[in-house]
T-cell receptor, first 111, second 112 residues
Framework: GQSLEQPSEVTAVEGAIVQINCTYQTSGFYGLSWYQQHDGGAPTFLSYNALDGLEETGRFSSFLSRSDSYGYLLLQELQMKDSASYFCAVDWNTGRRALTFGSGTRLQVQP | NAGVTQTPKFQVLKTGQSMTLQCAQDMNHNSMYWYRQDPGMGLRLIYY???????DKGEVPNGYNVSRLNKREFSLRLESAAPSQTSVYFC???????????FGPGTRLTVT
């Protein structure tokens, strides 16, 4: 089936680097997106990988490897405000053109 | 530029009642979506509209109906609410069938 797997929780300290992984089961998709959601808030778009490799946007980077069926979001120089849930999402290229989201990784940044 | 707006922000319904959740966007986006998010879960697509005049089912359409009223507005209707529909409902829009979606603030619905 079309599913995405993410760790449920990750904890890191302020100033550190953290990697949030996302693995998927099928290969037919256009790209992998990442969204951030603070408690009680709406999801906001962070990054997108259409091709294999690394995309960098400030302190955040995202990586995709289609051959390994996996991607990750890398957060550098962690700040307290980065405490949030992070979701990977795939735009499948079969059937409907809409995103399927993973269940999310809750990141807690500690001082 | 308000982005994506949703009304109401909070709602409590009794089982069997009906209601319509409203969503509007002012970004001239073609595609609009309705998702539900249950506690500790990701977003699940209920319905989407790739363009004005078209609607399609998502992963969890049962118990819901939608109307794409015009390019700006996309409403979600619960005809007979059930406790299993207690959730946070998010509306989103995108330029095309796009990976970059813009979300509204959500409607927190409780069905008792």
């Amino acid at each position: 089936g079309q599913s995405l797997e993410q760790p449920s929780e990750v904890t890191a300290v302020e100033g550190a680097i953290v990697q949030i992984n996302c693995t998927y089961q099928t290969s037919g998709f256009y790209g992998l997106s990442w969204y951030q959601q603070h408690d009680g808030g709406a999801p906001t778009f962070l990054s997108y990988n259409a091709l294999d490799g690394l995309e960098e946007t400030g302190r955040f980077s995202s990586f995709l490897s289609r051959s390994d069926s996996y991607g990750y979001l890398l957060l550098q120089e962690l700040q307290m405000k980065d405490s949030a849930s992070y979701f990977c999402a795939v735009d499948w290229n079969t059937g409907r053109r809409a995103l399927t989201f993973g269940s999310g990784t809750r990141l807690q940044v500690q001082p | 530029n308000a982005g994506v707006t949703q009304t109401p922000k909070f709602q409590v319904l009794k089982t069997g009642q009906s209601m319509t959740l409203q969503c509007a966007q002012d970004m001239n986006h073609n595609s609009m979506y309705w998702y539900r998010q249950d506690p500790g879960m990701g977003l699940r697509l209920i319905y989407y509209s790739a363009s004005e005049g078209t609607t399609d089912k998502g992963e969890v359409p049962n118990g819901y109906n939608v109307s794409r009223l015009n390019k700006r507005e996309f409403s979600l209707r619960l005809e007979s609410a059930a406790p299993s529909q207690t959730s946070v409902y998010f509306c989103a829009s995108s330029v095309g069938t796009s990976y970059e979606q813009y979300f509204g603030p959500g409607t927190r619905l409780t069905v008792t």
